[in-house]
């Protein structure tokens, strides 16, 4: 069994926690509540090769900014899953700004930037990252926790990650 710390990092009302909640009870609610704070959860994922990888998602407040890096929220952090509104350019821009403050301060370790609400476009929608030289190396995932769609992938693939830099 392996165990690993996920950061959820991103703006306010980006759909962080919407995300962690469809991930762990498989529900969505239409009432907003910001995390003050951070909100611990649990996630078992299965090893295609046998046994369990147990993720530990941080649900960070959104407050933070940058200076989340400074917090002892991140210490012993295996990867960041860093979410933004593809319905909201100014949170792309704010989430490129995290992975690379991520990149930064945890290097070698898993980023995923998370574009929530993908049910809110449609696939004719383009979105465009800021130009930036780690842009290219970013994975980049739609997700929407109002349907499901993508929410266990993005897991999955943020421990495979995870576990492939541990090899």
Known sequence: MTVSKIMLLGEIGVGKSSIVRRLVFDKFEMQYTPTIGVDVYRYIVPIPEGGTH???????????AEAIFRHVYMRQASAALVVADIARPETIVHATKLAEG???????RPCVIIMNKADLVTDADTVNLPASSVNRSLP????????????????????AAIRRRSL
């Open 102 to 108: 991520f990149r930064e301060q945890m290097p070698g």
């Open 140 to 159: 980049l995932l739609r997700t929407s926790a109002a349907t499901g769609q993508n929410v266990k992938h993005a897991f999955e693939y943020a421990a």
């Open 54 to 64: 147990n993720l530990i998602v941080w649900d960070t407040d959104g407050n933070y």
